[in-house]
């Protein structure tokens, strides 16, 4: 029999290295975060709303629907009230 010897592959070249492009970052499916603007730093503080966080006034807001009853139908009316009230507060 006769012996049959594989030759072996040469080695690969190196790929050249190419710039890759900056990634972004991905979009938000929330479309509250996609309109929410970053405020520069150009902008006088006094232009700012106070931060009040999305619990404190869900809470307040449900405190409204209570009170009227627990009907329905004003849940953005109690929303922005509870916005307007502690942001009120806060400044």
Do not use: C, F
């Amino acid at each position: 029999m006769t012996e049959t010897v594989k030759k072996a592959k040469p080695a690969a070249k190196p790929r050249k290295t190419t710039t890759t492009k900056k990634k972004t970052a991905p979009a938000s499916a929330d479309p509250i975060a996609q309109n929410h603007h970053e405020v520069s730093e150009n902008h006088s503080t006094s232009t700012r709303q106070p931060q009040v966080s999305h619990d404190e006034v869900a809470r307040l807001a449900h405190r409204y629907w209570k009170e009227r009853g627990h009907r329905h139908g004003h849940h953005e009316e109690d929303w922005y009230r509870a916005e307007r009230e502690l942001r009120g507060m806060a400044s």
